[in-house]
């Protein structure tokens, strides 16, 4: 069906004509279409009348593809290396079309801007045809992969972005997506203590594991904030083992505000990753706030997200 459509009669007499007119939204991305529409009229012989408009639509800037996925990378102390060391998963290749109306358009080069994580080249050669009605296809190609800059990444599902523009005419965007896996696990990997009472006491463990069974020794853990601290006895970390478990407490005392977060940094021995950062937030609350001051413990029994 068009978009709008208009006939300037709508009674024909014999010999005479109408004009009808169809104008379809054309989109700014990438489209082929056929629109069709549909003329019913009274006469015995023509009493449906089919008029249609194929169209294919481009835009100034075309990134194929426009999302790439670079697979499991495991970080190995505080670098991450691509597991599968294959050529075709380090790097990716992205063709670049710009499209122009005619030739009198110049297009000399694109320019890439990556994040310090994504090496991105782009390539000498520059193809260009001439398509259907005279559009110019500008073609270039760019090699991007990951490189080794990425301490404090945390386990996980990350992504990114690179932003491809040909000058001030065009401007396109490639979305790059990958998943970093390491031998070292804190279990839960974010800690929510949820709403808690001013001057009481929440408790959570967080559970650090070797997927491998190497045995680990825990060196400090730090909490950033006067309200966290950790219960483990000391000496509790010496003995190597697969894995150890660190009892938080927290108490939203008076100089506590509100909302409040922060990151538990957790030093260890282990040689793939000697460092882990858990995040944590709690939100206070002044219900159930007791005249002397006595902290009362709202719960001593973690649940997989840390909450009471």
Known sequence: ???????????????????????????????????????????????????????????????????????????????????????????????????????????????????????????????????????????????IRLNNKMPDEEPGFHWDRIIISAGDYAKGFATIGWITNSDLIAEPSLI??????????????????????????IISVDCDSPGLRVMNQAGEFDRPTTEHRIDLEFTANDGIVETCFGKVRIKTDHEGRNEILVPWSAFIVNRGVRENHEPAVESSTPTSQGER
């Open 192 to 217: 929510g203590f949820g709403k808690v009472d001013r001057l009481s006491i929440s408790r959570t463990t967080v559970v650090m594991k070797s997927s491998s069974s190497k045995p680990f020794k």
């Open 1 to 143: 069906m068009c978009t709008n459509n208009s006939i300037d009669r709508r009674e024909i007499k014999p010999d005479e004509s109408a004009n009808l007119r169809m104008a379809v939204n054309v989109p700014s991305t990438y489209s082929k279409q056929d629109i069709q529409c549909i003329l019913t009229t009274d006469h015995p012989e023509f009493e449906r009348l089919d008029y249609a408009i194929r169209f294919e639509s481009l835009p100034k800037m075309i990134v194929a593809p426009d999302s790439v996925n670079f697979g499991e990378r495991k970080i190995i102390g505080n670098i991450s290396e691509t597991i599968d060391e294959n050529e075709s998963t380090l790097v990716k290749l992205l063709d670049i079309d710009v499209f122009c109306n005619d030739a009198s358009q110049k297009i000399d080069g694109i320019r890439v801007q990556s994040p310090s994580l994504i090496d991105a080249i782009v390539s000498d050669r520059h193809d260009t045809r001439i398509l259907r009605n005279g559009i110019v296809d500008h073609r270039f190609q760019v090699r």
